[in-house]
């Protein structure tokens, strides 16, 4: 459920943001929310998971196995490449807060933007930590996932392949 909260708060304001921004910008930046969570994570990585089917820390590998056919769990890492296509969903709203936080620096602060990103920065670094501390320490995927060990990717799997460089 902690995951869940704070994911369900770091992507409401980084819509938010967003939004803010640029209206239109918003509206597909929070269609590819909706397309990275339910369409992208299950079906590279997901769908390679041994989680695949069963309920995991996020639910997502059920969803995987209600949409997407059983990928080769030899492959889980090279789901971790395609991550590239989910970087705009943190760093737009983060460079949109920068841009703000800049702005507040010229006379223009109002507490309200700058109180919400502080909490959209405090939510990812919580969430990060709780799963990290909560999540991974009994996942069955921990010893190849770079998000428990960031040397994973470069480093021998126990099936002997070794990962993406």
């Known amino acids: 459920m902690p995951r869940w909260l704070l994911g369900i708060i770091e992507i409401g304001l980084s819509i938010y943001f967003v939004i803010r921004f640029n209206t239109n910008l918003g509206l597909i930046y929070g269609a590819w929310w909706g397309f990275s969570l339910f369409v992208l994570l299950p079906l590279f990585r997901c769908s390679h998971c041994y989680y695949y089917g069963k309920r995991c820390n996020t639910g997502w590998g059920l969803l995987a196995g ?3 056919k059983k990928g080769n769990p030899e492959f889980f890492q090279a789901g971790y490449g395609l991550t590239i296509l989910l970087w705009p969903l943190r760093l737009l709203p983060i460079a949109i807060g920068l841009l703000d936080l800049k702005g507040a620096l010229g006379g223009e602060f109002s507490f ?40 994973a990717l470069v480093e021998p799997t126990n099936s002997g392949q070794t990962g993406p460089n």
């Open 112 to 151: 309200i933007p700058h109180g919400l990103f502080g909490i959209y920065i405090l939510a990812i670094l919580l969430h990060r930590l709780y799963y990290r501390a909560a999540n991974c320490p009994v996942c069955h995927q921990r010893s190849i996932c770079p998000v428990y060990d960031p040397k």
């Open 66 to 68: 209600f949409t997407f």
